[in-house]
Each structure stands twice: as C-alpha cells, then as structure tokens.
C-alpha cells in the first residue's frame, strides 16, 4: 500500500498528464505549482525515470510517463473506492450539491429531485439559474457539482445520462404576424433574431435549421439567457429560438405566435464530472435523479 503523501503524488502525476499543465493541474487540485513540481520531482526519483518534458506549451509525458499513467490511474481509482466504502459504512455521508439550471425548474423536475434529496439527513442541495454554456463551463472548472444541459456535450471529462426530449418553437413578436408567409424561410431569417453570444444548442439548431435552406439568420441582439430572449420577443425586439413550454402562455395571451413549421426537438441530459461517479454524496444525487426522472437505477448515470 502506498503511504498517504505518495498518493497525492500520484494524484499529480495523473492532474498534470490530463491537463498538460502544471499551472492549471494547480488550480484544479487547489494546491500551487511548486508543490505539484515537487509532488512530480518526488515520484521521479522514487521510480528513477522521467515522466514529463517541459514544452513551449506545457508539460508532456515521456514514453515511460505514458506507460505508468494508465497504472497511476487505476491506483488512484482503487483508492477513491476505498474511502468511499469506508464513509458509507460510517453512515456519515454529508456535503452539498450545486446544481445547474438551464430551463424553469418545473420543466426539470427541481422540486421533486429536492425532495428526494431532503430524505437523506446532512445533505444540502442549492440551484443555480444558469445556461447550457455557463453550465458546462462551471462543471469543468469545478464550480457547478452538477447541471442539466441540451444536447450531448463533447468534453470527455464530463458524463451526461439522456433524461428527456423537449420540443422547440420559433417565437415570433406578434407584430411581425402579417409580414410574414407560411413557410416562407427567407423571409424568417431576415427578421431580426436575438441570438446567444456564447455556445448554446438552441442556437446552433437554429442556424443550421436555415443553413440546410441556404439561408442566415440577420443577429441583431445577443443574450445567452433564455428568460431574455423570450421577454425581448415579447417587445418585439426580434425573433428566437426557444422552448415551446416557456411560450405557452404568451402565445395564449396573444402576445407572440409561433411560426408554423415541422417539430423541433432537443435532448435534455443531466451532467456531471465523470470522475465523481463513484462519489458517495454524488450517490445519493444520482439515487435522487432516477427516482425523480422515474428512471431504471440501473441505468448509466
């Protein structure tokens, strides 16, 4: 068994091979560059090899670096499970969990996954207003311990499960209503249409939506929150992209019409860091989310 201090070496050792970087496997374990300098220092001279090139662009793994990576990990795996079998059976689990909220909290089941949450004692839950992009950005970072996004997100180092397909809709001010023919695509995409200034799915589904018909859409405001965009259409400000359940009311009150084209759908997933899985508070999130969503336990999340 490695003593405690060679853990953390360990620990090191694999930050700085998945971020390439000292400085930043610094920032993501909490600790300074100088010490994780010395946490691989240590090692290398434990092992007597070198593990890391120093690059105009940060740190690279050497040969024999890239081959104990895949050990060092699975140690460090070892080791995470260990302790959180230990806690479970102490039956002292507790901790808090931020979460992500990239729709109304009714749309995303928020009151059912914290009550389910409110079962365990010594557990907080706390929501965060948020969006798609802000939301990926905060779980990389460490910042978020969890959030719901719209479609698969291609960073490996976060995990999404497939909660739900939502519908979509065009909300249009009801003042461009008369200006406008059914399917009529180039004249939609000349409307004003507020868009997001930083990744978001809806946004990409729209242009390519108009893309695939040749066209663009005229960007005449930029928000990346989604209760924005919807009270700029209600002004009539500009067309957008939004879900079709925010709409609903509005477009019952007359205040926005929907432009009549074929469904347009997005998937919904519930993110998290991957490397927390096995956590034994992120247990109890993901026993909450199954129970909340009505999903198999079983299943991947």
């Known amino acids: 068994m490695l003593p405690l201090m060679e853990f953390y070496h360990l620990q090191s050792f694999v930050t700085v091979a998945n971020e390439g970087s000292i400085t930043r496997a610094a920032q993501r374990l909490n600790i300074t560059p100088p010490t994780i300098s010395g946490h691989i220092k240590a090692l290398e001279d434990e092992f007597l090899i070198r593990l890391f090139q120093r690059?105009?662009?940060?740190?690279?793994?050497?040969?024999?670096?890239?081959?104990?990576?895949?050990q060092?990990?699975?140690?460090?795996?070892?080791?995470?499970?260990?302790?959180?079998?230990?806690?479970?059976l102490r039956d002292c689990v507790s901790g808090k969990f931020t979460i992500g909220l990239n729709a109304p909290p009714g749309l995303l089941k928020a009151a059912q996954l914290a009550s389910e949450i409110k079962k365990t004692p010594n557990i907080e839950i706390a929501?965060?207003?948020?969006?798609?992009?802000?939301?990926?950005?905060?779980?990389?970072?460490?910042?978020l311990d969890a959030g719901y996004v719209f479609s698969e997100i291609p960073e490996k180092e976060i995990a999404s499960v497939y909660l739900t397909t939502v519908d979509l809709c065009i909300a249009v001010p009801r003042a461009f209503k008369n200006r406008l023919k059914k399917d009529n695509w180039e004249e939609l995409a000349?409307?004003?249409?507020?868009?997001?200034?930083?990744?978001c799915p809806f946004q990409a589904i729209a242009e390519t939506l108009f893309e695939n018909k040749g066209y663009s859409l005229l960007n005449t405001v930029t928000t990346?929150?989604?209760?924005?965009k919807l009270d700029l259409v209600r002004q009539g400000l500009g067309v957008a992209l939004l879900l079709a359940e925010e709409c609903k009311e509005y477009v019952s009150s007359g205040e926005i019409f929907t432009w009549d084209t074929r469904s347009?759908?997005?998937?919904?997933?519930?993110?998290?860091?991957?490397?927390?899985?096995?956590?034994?508070?992120?247990?109890?999130?993901?026993?909450?989310?199954?129970?909340?969503?009505?999903?198999?336990?079983s299943g991947d999340l």
């Open 72 to 88: 060092a990990e699975r140690v460090m795996a070892s080791a995470r499970r260990l302790q959180n079998q230990a806690a479970e």
């Open 224 to 228: 990346n929150d989604e209760v924005t």
């Open 264 to 297: 347009i759908r997005c998937r919904l997933y519930f993110s998290f860091l991957a490397e927390k899985r096995d956590d034994p508070v992120f247990r109890i999130l993901k026993r909450a989310v199954h129970k909340a969503w009505n999903k198999n336990p």
């Open 127 to 143: 929501f965060e207003p948020s969006s798609t992009g802000k939301i990926i950005k905060s779980l990389t970072a460490g910042t």
């Open 55 to 70: 690059k105009p662009r940060g740190m690279a793994l050497t040969n024999q670096g890239q081959l104990l990576l895949e």
């Open 190 to 199: 000349q409307l004003p249409w507020i868009c997001s200034d930083g990744y």
